[in-house]
């Protein structure tokens, strides 16, 4: 199984662009570290500002100055709007979106839903 994780800060969400960066920065340093720290995101919606995000990165123990050079990074901000444009092609207007053998699981799905999914493709491979 593959998974893969692509950002869509959606543009309604003020701190979302530079959340998904954040997440970016964490994942290059300490890249076990993302999942732990895109919980603590998803866990502190309202306080996302620079400060936050940084003490946060902290907390999952990523370098801070390390941490501060890569949110500045120009290439950061470039791989975040790669996902960006690529969500735009596909139509994505939501999230979360989850695409299992290219069926899409649009919002906050129950498990029971993805394991519907999942036994159908491991039961009809193609």
Do not use: R
Request: aromatic share 8%.
């Amino acid at each position: 199984m593959i998974l893969v994780y692509k950002h869509y800060p959606l543009p309604i969400h003020k701190n979302a662009k530079n959340a998904a960066k954040a997440s970016v920065c964490v994942h290059q340093q300490k890249p076990l570290a993302f999942w732990k720290y895109s919980e603590i995101l998803m866990q502190n919606q309202k306080d996302l500002g620079l400060g936050a995000l940084t003490s946060y990165a902290k907390e999952v123990g990523v370098i801070t100055s390390k941490f501060q050079e890569c949110m500045a990074d120009s290439n950061t901000e470039m791989l975040v709007n790669e996902d960006i444009e690529l969500a735009e092609k596909l139509g994505l207007q939501t999230t979360p979106v989850f695409f299992v053998n290219g069926e899409m699981i649009a919002g906050n799905a129950p498990v029971e839903v993805f394991e519907e999914v999942i036994d159908y493709h491991l039961n009809h491979k193609e």
